[in-house]
């Protein structure tokens, strides 16, 4: 369970998750109560997070031990693949973990005269619906971090080339492009293992003053970049 340990110990990742879950419950519920006023569903949304909205998904991440592991991947990049990611979110439990908290919140509002009858029922037989949107949030967040690892990979292959052209100008642009990325994102572990690499490696030839003024071992050891 030290996945799930760790992602309990992350306060941003557990936020990232929350923000999504919010914003999704929000576009979901919408869709299910479209002849509602924006404010009132609003406060419907409300309510499920008065009543341990997001307390329940908290519980259900750390119950199930390969969820805490795949959610912890689309928010640090320790996975495989995007397609790893999303056979492990459609079929190990973190949906069925939703749906089970919004059946109990569903309850919980209703027992306590918090929602009509009829709210009750549209959003139960919505819920297929709002679990797709839910679903549709999470693929959102690893789909940017897709995007943010080919492009981070793009600047290493610049990097690379400009390095074997001594072209220090251009070396450089690109370094301060891959900080920004890095900065910004959360990637795939191997690839912040070599941005930071050539980030150590750029620091390294500027102290020199340029490739002409390292020895040959030391090249050597610039060459073995991967």
């Given at each position: ?24 419950l ?22 499920f ?11 259900t991440i ?12 689309i928010?640090t990049?320790?996975f ?17 973990g939703?749906s ?21 029922n ?30 981070l990979?793009?600047?290493c292959?610049?990097?690379k080339?400009?390095y074997?052209?001594?072209d ?17 994102s ?41």
């Amino acid at each position: 369970m030290e996945l799930t340990q760790q992602l309990s110990n992350n306060n941003e990742i557990v936020s990232k998750i929350l923000d999504a879950t919010n914003n999704a419950l929000e576009t979901g519920l919408k869709a299910i109560l479209p002849d509602f006023i924006e404010d009132d569903v609003i406060d419907i949304k409300n309510k499920f997070f008065q009543e341990g909205f997001s307390e329940g998904i908290k519980e259900t991440i750390n119950k199930l031990e390969d969820v805490g592991k795949s959610v912890v991947g689309i928010f640090t990049g320790n996975f495989e693949s995007i397609e790893q990611v999303k056979r492990v979110i459609q079929n190990n439990g973190i949906l069925d973990g939703i749906s089970e908290v919004i059946d109990k919140i569903l309850k919980k509002l209703l027992d306590g005269n918090k929602i009509s009858k009829e709210i009750y029922n549209l959003i139960k037989n919505g819920k297929k619906q709002l679990i797709s949107t839910i679903e549709k949030g999470f693929e959102n967040l690893y789909k940017e971090n897709s995007y943010n690892m080919d492009t981070l990979n793009q600047y290493c292959s610049e990097w690379k080339k400009q390095y074997n052209e001594k072209d220090y100008e251009g070396m450089e642009n690109t370094m301060k492009k891959i900080k920004q990325k890095l900065s910004s994102s959360k990637l795939v572990e191997e690839t912040i293992k070599q941005a930071r690499n050539i980030e150590n490696i750029q620091n390294y030839i500027n102290e020199k003053g340029s490739l002409d003024e390292i020895s040959d071992d030391e090249r050597a050891l610039l060459e073995k970049i991967n």
